[in-house]
């Protein structure tokens, strides 16, 4: 079986600092790994993925992930964040077709 | 290229009844997937399709039922609604199965309220 934490629920920051949304992974495989993003009244639209190749992915809207297998984590950061971040942001892990959803950070933008 | 589409966008319904709810895949994608989405639970996977065959399927009681048509497109069906019932409703396509490696596509979802 496997899981997905996601560590915080709600993430406030300024307006071109950096963002931080962390997520753990279990899973006694190689799983692949995705962050999605969810605006309001919106469905959800792939930010990147991992799939064992390189460990640093890089995704739209300058989002960029690191998988850290010693670590079981795949935090998802932005150097820099934008209004129009603001958002819901889902950690999700899948293996051999059992997909598994982490529970969502509120991203929230302070200008 | 259009995206998923999700019908009705919004529903109200009362406690008994019964609900259908239509996804239109990507043009091309074969592989539908369901979820519900709630502030408590989350989103949960309830079942996919593939080639008209249910293929994975969440933990949900068998009032959850869905299908599959021979053009992709898919429709979940509830009956004897419930007040925990009210939730978002996703779908989301892919080219192939939800594997490990295949992006899935998400329509903007249907929004029932039972009351």
């Known amino acids: 079986a496997q899981s997905v934490t996601q560590l915080d629920s709600h993430v406030s920051v300024s307006e071109g600092t950096p963002v931080l949304l962390r997520c753990n992974y279990s899973?006694?495989?190689?799983?692949?790994l995705f962050w999605y993003v969810q605006h309001p009244n919106k469905g959800l639209q792939l930010l990147l993925k991992y799939t064992s190749a390189a460990t640093l992915v890089k995704g739209i809207n300058g989002f960029e992930a690191e998988f850290k297998k010693s670590e079981t984590s795949f935090h998802l950061t932005k150097p820099s964040a934008h209004m129009s971040d603001a958002a819901e942001y889902f950690c999700v892990v899948t293996y051999n077709n059992d997909m598994r959803f982490g529970a969502g950070t509120r991203l929230t933008v302070k200008p | 290229k259009a995206g998923v589409t999700q019908t009705p966008r919004y529903l109200i319904k009362t406690r008994g009844q019964q609900v259908t709810l239509s996804c239109s895949p990507i043009?091309?994608?074969?592989?539908v997937s369901w979820y519900q989405q709630t502030p408590g639970q989350g989103l949960q996977f309830l079942f996919e399709?593939?080639?008209?065959?249910?293929?994975n399927k969440g933990n949900f009681p068998g009032r959850f039922s869905g299908r599959q048509f021979s053009n992709s497109r898919s429709e979940m069906n509830v009956s004897t609604l419930e007040l925990g019932d009210s939730a978002l409703y996703l779908c989301?396509?892919?080219?192939?199965?939800?594997?490990?490696?295949?992006?899935?596509?998400f329509g903007p979802g249907t929004r029932l309220t039972v009351l």
């Open positions: 899973s006694s495989y190689s799983p692949s």
């Open positions: 989301a396509s892919s080219v192939l199965r939800q594997a490990s490696y295949n992006e899935q596509f």
């Open positions: 399709y593939f080639s008209e065959t249910q293929r």
């Open positions: 043009s091309g994608h074969r592989s």
